[in-house]
C-alpha cells in the first residue's frame, strides 16, 4: 500500500506517466496547484512548500527504490516543488505564473552549476534538490522582473 501511495503521489497522480515530456507535464500540474493555494498567506504559502518539499523527498525515495531506478522520469513530484519555489512570493498573474514556468523549465532543463552536482545527493533528496534549486534561480529572476515591470 505504501509503495503504490508513494507511486501515486510521486508521479504527481500519474502525470509522470506521459509518454512525452513528463517533468513539462508534472510541472504543468504544478500550475494547478499553485493556483488552487495562491490564495494562502506569505507564510502559509511558504511553510506548504516547505512541507511539500520534505514530503516529496521521503516519497520520492520510496517510489525510487519501487521503481528500480535512481532518478525515474515518471518521478515529477520533484518539478511540482521547484515550480512552488519558483513561485514564492511572486504574485499570481498569468504573465507571472506563464514566466515562472518557462524559467522553472529552463533552469531545470539547463542545470547551471551547482544544480547538476545536486542530483548526486543521496535518493529522494538528489531527486528533489536539482528542481528546488532550479526554482530558487527562476524565483531570483522572477523577483527582478516583478521588481523591474512593478
Not at 493555494?37 to 519501487?66: K, M, P
Not at 515518471?74 to 504573465?95: K, Q
Request: with cysteine.
Amino acid at each position: 500500500m505504501k509503495e503504490r501511495l508513494s507511486i501515486l503521489v510521486s508521479s504527481f497522480f500519474y502525470l509522470g506517466y506521459s509518454p512525452v515530456a513528463p517533468g513539462t507535464v508534472g510541472t504543468l500540474g504544478a500550475v494547478l496547484l499553485f493556483y488552487l493555494i495562491s490564495g494562502f498567506s506569505n507564510l502559509e504559502y511558504v511553510l506548504f512548500t516547505i512541507v511539500f518539499i520534505i514530503l516529496s523527498v521521503w516519497v520520492s525515495e520510496v517510489a525510487r527504490i519501487r521503481l528500480g531506478d535512481s532518478d525515474p522520469s515518471r518521478i515529477v513530484i520533484d518539478e511540482v516543488c521547484g515550480f512552488l519555489v519558483t513561485m514564492i512570493l511572486i504574485p499570481p498573474s498569468i504573465i507571472n505564473i506563464a514566466l515562472g514556468f518557462l524559467l522553472f523549465r529552463f533552469f531545470d532543463i539547463l542545470k547551471p552549476p551547482p544544480i547538476r552536482r545536486s542530483e548526486t545527493l543521496p535518493g529522494g533528496l538528489g531527486i528533489v534538490a536539482d528542481d528546488v534549486l532550479a526554482g530558487i534561480y527562476a524565483n531570483i529572476l522572477l523577483q527582478i522582473f516583478a521588481r523591474v515591470s512593478g
